[in-house]
């Protein structure tokens, strides 16, 4: 099993940006298709961009479509998320996922590690 840990999160003027990484330990990292969720207070985990084994296929949520980038270095067991354009509601923890399933998955409950998350805070 993978274990991944985030770094990157702040705080941030709305309009800015972030780029959030998330390192993994052990020799099959490029196993694994990677996420990005994140956890705003009392709402639930919700999906926001994932990357495939390769870093072929990419997905995102509606909501960050054209402002978010999700890449992966399998030479380096990193993935990261650049997030442009921040805005107030983007204001969550964010948590590396990541999943051997057979493809890129956006539900929560199909990951099978997970980092502590890193807080990203947008002020307006």
């Known amino acids: 099993q993978v274990h991944v840990v985030e770094s990157g999160g702040g705080l941030v003027q709305a309009g800015g940006s972030l780029r959030l990484s998330c390192a993994a330990s052990g020799r099959t990292f490029s196993s694994y298709n990677m996420a990005w969720f994140r956890q705003a207070p009392g709402k639930e985990r919700e999906f926001v961009a994932g990357?495939?084994?390769?870093?072929?296929?990419?997905d995102y949520a509606d909501s960050v479509k054209g402002r978010f980038t999700i890449s992966r270095d399998n030479a380096k067991n990193t993935v990261y998320l650049q997030m442009n354009s921040l805005n107030p509601e983007d204001t969550a923890v964010y948590l590396c996922?990541?999943?051997?399933?057979?493809?890129?998955?956006?539900?929560?409950?199909?990951?099978?590690?997970w980092g502590q998350g890193t807080q990203v805070t947008v002020s307006s």
């Open positions: 990357v495939s084994r390769s870093g072929g296929t990419t």
């Open positions: 996922a990541a999943d051997r399933g057979l493809f890129l998955r956006t539900v929560a409950a199909a990951y099978e590690s």
